[in-house]
């Protein structure tokens, strides 16, 4: 098995190949260089990476397992199995490299992380982790995605994190991260801002993915041990691409095991706007301090982007799968929205796992896959649950899956 943290990539200026990189004012370029120095000695201290794997283990239930999907396998005509990510404490992968990230953070003497969050996912395991570990936790977030996911704003608080409204402008992710971002740069000495996936500034994208990369590892030998064989296919959903890089980096070397990223598509990849596409239509250039490919408008600015998984619409992709997708070691594909819920039902009712709508990105993909006769087996990254979704599914989704009596909740006769 290989080493969490021995990759060959990136480069000491973080770039894989020309992404990546660091695009920063110079005061913040001096933190992002005592992170990648602290970082750098904490991939190399048993201590630390005792510590994590002590957490890893008893906090998040790691190993999660892998599940042979045999009545979906059977009904589709090809050979699938599910990494169980969805069973990792908080419902998802992103707690793996919260928890990294915490722990770099105590072991800097810094006292808060700091983060922007979305849909309330990357807030909420970062606020898990900042209360495990004992760090302040702020997490900003814009005013209509509070009114929208009211859930995770509870439990960020519940947690002991603040929620920092953003108001200006859409008041949705995009203002939450300059906000989060401005917050940073006003004190980078007692807090450090705690990404949520593979993007942004060196040394992001390599810590994040090591700390993800402990998906692939398990599933690696795991998948040996089930079938005395790699796995032909691997497919991941891409938001920013942690969840995915986390699986992928184990296989990277195993040319035989075809790659897929998953990209949602949203309502149209015609439109801009309405998708999220960012690898399969965007156009290498630099936003949020790193060079990748990303969906601009015709100002240069991020374009605003849609999935029906909000954990998916980002405007870029982390710089690895960039270079990834270049010298065709991994291949792009696309879901969308209306694919993932046709796969979210799917999975629930085939084999009585309610994935997360961003997750069932990547279930549709197989599925197509599928129907195109591709070989052998394919191993899912399951990303996430879908208790998150419910509530949203069953009202815009209901009446097409035969469940809309749900949507008039009961009232108790009087
Ligand atoms: C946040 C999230 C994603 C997308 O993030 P990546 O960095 O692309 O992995 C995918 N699945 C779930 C369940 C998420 O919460």
Redesign the pocket.
Known sequence: MKNTFEHALPDAQGFFGEYGGSFIPSELQLVMDEITQAYDECRRDPEFQAELARLYKHFVGRPSPIFHAENLSRKHGVDIYLKR??LNHTG???INHCLGEALLAKKLGKKKVIAETG?G??GVALATAAALVGLECDIYMGEVDIAKEHPNVVRMRILGANVIPVTHGRKTLKEAVDAAFEAYLADPITQIYAI???VGPHPFPMMVRDFQSIIGNEARVQFQEMTGKLPDNLV?????????MGLFSAFLDDTDVAIHGVEPAGRSLEQEGEHAASITLGEPGVMHGFKSYMLKDAQGEPQEVYSV?S??DYPAV?PQHSYLKDIGRVKYGTADDNEAIAAFFELSRQEGIIP?I??SHAVAYALKLAQQGVKGSILINL??RGDKDIDFVVENYGAQYGISELVRRYTLPT
């Open positions: 990510e969805d998802a992968h992103k849909a996912q990357h949520g996936s593979v991941a959903c891409v938001g920013g691409g942690s969840n995915a998984a954990g998916l982390g997360a961003e997750s990303s996430g």
